[in-house]
């Protein structure tokens, strides 16, 4: 009842002074993250639909980056959470479940989303920073907000 009469406050305070969701910005490091998790979840969604032919060895490959990256993923919970809770989301699985979804959906469009993924996941765990890879996936990525600052 406390939580309902809380988000019922922030929603009555946003309303008067016309600002909605979509009129929250990503600040640098929240952008940062966003592009991180996007580029872990697109090689997740990747092992999980690509395990045959050439691209068998993609779960182990996907494994491999997590692995090695997991000091990235995990510094960006908390500007993806700080990120959302503004927004007034529901929270970080229910946003990374939908980024999922989109890109399952998309990767149907993309010829050769499997080879091309397979690429990206090779040169993934290599790479220093996962949010340097964005241009190597088979699914682009969108930005989700404007940046804080910019008009």
Same mark, same amino acid.
């Given at each position: 009842m406390i939580r309902q009469l809380a988000i019922c406050a #922030?929603?009555?305070?946003?309303? +008067? %002074? /016309?600002?909605?969701?979509?009129?929250?910005?990503?600040? =640098?490091?929240? &952008? @940062?993250?966003?592009?991180?998790?996007?580029? $872990? +979840?697109?090689?997740? #969604? @990747?092992? %999980? %639909?690509? %395990?045959? /032919?050439?691209?068998?060895?993609? =779960?182990? &490959?996907?494994?491999?980056?997590? &692995? $090695?990256?997991? =000091?990235y993923l995990a510094q960006a919970e908390e500007p993806l959470n700080n990120y959302l809770e503004r927004k007034g989301d529901a929270g970080l699985k229910s946003y990374l479940a939908g980024m999922a979804d989109r890109v399952s959906l998309e990767s149907a469009r993309v010829t050769g989303f499997c080879t091309k993924s397979r690429l990206a996941a090779e040169v993934a765990v290599k790479s220093a920073d996962p949010a340097k890879l964005l241009s190597l996936l088979p699914v682009t990525y969108e930005r989700p907000a404007i940046l804080c600052g910019n008009s």
């Open positions: #922030v929603s009555a305070a946003l309303f +008067t %002074q /016309g600002v909605t969701a979509a009129d929250v910005c990503m600040r =640098p490091d929240e &952008l @940062a993250a966003d592009q991180t998790r996007f580029v $872990e +979840t697109q090689l997740r #969604v @990747a092992a %999980q %639909q690509c %395990q045959s /032919g050439k691209n068998i060895d993609l =779960p182990d &490959l996907y494994l491999s980056f997590v &692995l $090695e990256k997991r =000091p």
